[in-house]
Structure formats: C-alpha cells, structure tokens
C-alpha cells in the first residue's frame, strides 16, 4: 500500500491543529465521501480513492492534485489523454528525464513553457 492516507491524514489534522473545520466528518462531508471512508482511506486500510475524489481531497487540503495523484499510484486522465497522443515520444522522454537532477528537468519544463526552441 502507498504512503497516500497516512499523508492525507497528516495534511488534515495539521490543518485542523488551527481551523476545527477540518475534522475526518467536516472534510468528508465537503468533499462527498462517508467519514468513515475517509478515516478508512486515511488509516491505509483502502486503496486511494478515484482520481476524482482524490483531486477534491488535495484541492480541500491545499495540495498539488498531481502530486496526491501520483502518491496514490495515479496519474490524471488530461495527462493520459496526452501521453496517449504521442506515447512512444513522452515514454521516451520521461525515461530519459529519470536521473536528471531536479534542475534539468525545470529547465526543459520552462523551455518548453516559454517556448524557447
């Protein structure tokens, strides 16, 4: 199992260490799954939810939904959408980008970003 509700978990009671709101009942409820899923999900006792509830989950704790995704052993449908396209080229580039060092790979994001060709 991944690292994904244990993580979750300590998002949401370190937030809630200051905003009572943010108690397993309040954000359950705000995000649209039973609390006892969410306490579940958080114990590591299920799998990570879907991508869906997965993204209201990071967006309600303040998180980068890719990287709650990819902790829960996910990636986005737009993202697979565009691997789909062209997934000879992105396998590729992606294996390539592995050992990079954080900065390398910045530097090719904002590249292409800024579209420095």
């Known amino acids: 199992m991944t690292h994904f509700g244990p993580t979750i ?3 949401r009671e370190r937030l809630r260490r200051e905003d009572r709101r943010f108690s397993v ?3 359950a409820g705000r995000v649209g799954i039973e609390p006892a ?9 299920v799998a990570p939810p879907s ?4 993204v209201r989950l990071a967006r309600e704790l303040g ?17 697979q959408a565009i691997i789909r396209k062209r997934p000879r080229l992105f ?6 980008l592995k050992e990079a060092p954080d900065e390398a790979v910045l530097r090719v994001v904002r590249e292409v970003r800024d579209g420095d060709w």
């Open 63 to 79: 998180e980068d939904p890719d990287v709650m995704l990819a902790l829960a052993g996910k990636v986005s449908g737009d993202l």
């Open 9 to 11: 978990r300590k998002l």
């Open 91 to 96: 396998a590729d580039l992606i294996r390539q």
């Open 37 to 45: 899923y969410l306490s579940k999900i958080e114990r590591g006792e």
């Open 51 to 54: 991508e869906a509830t997965t």
């Open 25 to 27: 009942r309040q954000v």
